[in-house]
């Protein structure tokens, strides 16, 4: 699966963006795309995901409720909406993919974007 981020921008605190990660290729074998950012100085961090058979989602705690997940079939694509967002949001973010693997189990995150920088200023 190949992977591409885009949507990443300069906001003002409590301002709103969105994220998209578009697939191709073997889309078919996904198990779940997630979103993990980046901040200068600081190690990646996962932010949220989306299950692929099912739709869950998951979110890590300094985003819960202020960000959701979802994706386009139609389209291949996942997206990020941003809201309330924060100076400390501030990061490069990274979609990433889990596949099935032929055993049937879902793989690691083995498929990264490039990354979109998203920058909020106070």
């Known amino acids: 699966v190949q992977l591409q981020a885009s949507g990443g921008g300069l906001v003002q605190a409590g301002g709103s963006l969105r994220l998209s990660c578009a697939a191709s290729?073997?889309?078919?074998?996904?198990?779940?795309v997630g979103w993990f950012r980046q901040a200068p100085g600081k190690e990646r961090e996962f932010a949220a995901a989306?299950?692929?058979?099912?739709?869950?989602?998951y979110y890590a705690d300094s985003v819960k409720g202020r960000f959701t997940i979802s994706r386009d079939n139609a389209k291949n694509t996942v997206y990020l909406q941003m809201n309330s967002l924060k100076p400390e949001d501030t990061a490069v973010y990274y979609c990433a993919a889990r596949r099935y693997l032929v055993n049937g189990r879902p793989s690691g995150y083995d498929s990264w974007g490039q990354g979109t920088l998203v920058t909020v200023s106070s």
């Open positions: 989306i299950n692929w058979s099912d739709d869950n989602t």
């Open positions: 290729g073997r889309t078919f074998t996904t198990y779940a």
